[in-house]
């Protein structure tokens, strides 16, 4: 008995074929063998043809997506919240500083940064906010070479400016 070996790469894997041959196999089935181990084509050049017509399917297709008709996307006209202007009322503590109006610029420096990263920039001017509150107080304990620090927190609801009209 007789085998025939033929490795043939599919897909990028190559697949090993063993067929057994008896010895009254003809010549005609061992060719089918052969044929069958490769793929069904039976020569080089067939299988460059079916490969060639493969590229060309695959380029036709790319080809046709490329022309196709592509829709614009859809653009909001209406803002995001409409009747809502304002965000939840809004706390936030500065740092100290030697005067209590530093401690309160500190305070609307500390309040801005909340307002951005909980709401958005367009909600984080402090000209735009409402019911705006202070509340201040010493926060050193004594005084160091005979200076006292405060510290403020500021309470306001972040507002979107109002709309302008475009160029």
């Known amino acids: 008995m007789k085998a025939l ?5 599919t897909g990028g894997v190559f697949v090993l074929a063993v067929t057994a041959m008896t010895g009254c196999a003809s010549a005609e089935q061992q060719r089918r063998w ?4 490769v ?26 997506r490329r022309r196709q008709v592509r829709r614009a996307r859809i653009i909001r006209t209406e803002p ?10 809004l706390a ?3 740092d100290q500083y030697a005067s ?6 500190e305070a609307d420096k500390a309040w801005m940064q909340t ?6 920039e367009r909600f984080m001017s402090r000209e735009n906010a409402d019911n705006a509150a ?8 004594g005084s160091v070479v005979g200076q006292v620090f405060y510290r403020c927190r500021l309470t306001a609801k972040p507002c979107s400016p109002d709309k302008s009209q475009g160029k």
């Open 5 to 9: 070996f033929s490795a043939v790469m």
């Open 34 to 37: 052969q044929v069958e181990a």
């Open 39 to 64: 793929g069904g084509v039976s020569s080089p050049a067939d299988r460059a043809a079916a490969r060639q017509a493969r590229w060309e399917a695959r380029q036709a297709r790319e080809e046709w």
């Open 80 to 89: 995001v919240y409409p009747e809502n202007k304002c965000q939840a009322t």
């Open 92 to 94: 936030a503590v500065g």
């Open 100 to 105: 209590e109006q530093g401690a309160q610029q």
């Open 115 to 120: 307002a951005r990263w909980q709401y958005g």
């Open 134 to 141: 202070y509340e201040c107080g010493r926060s050193s304990v």
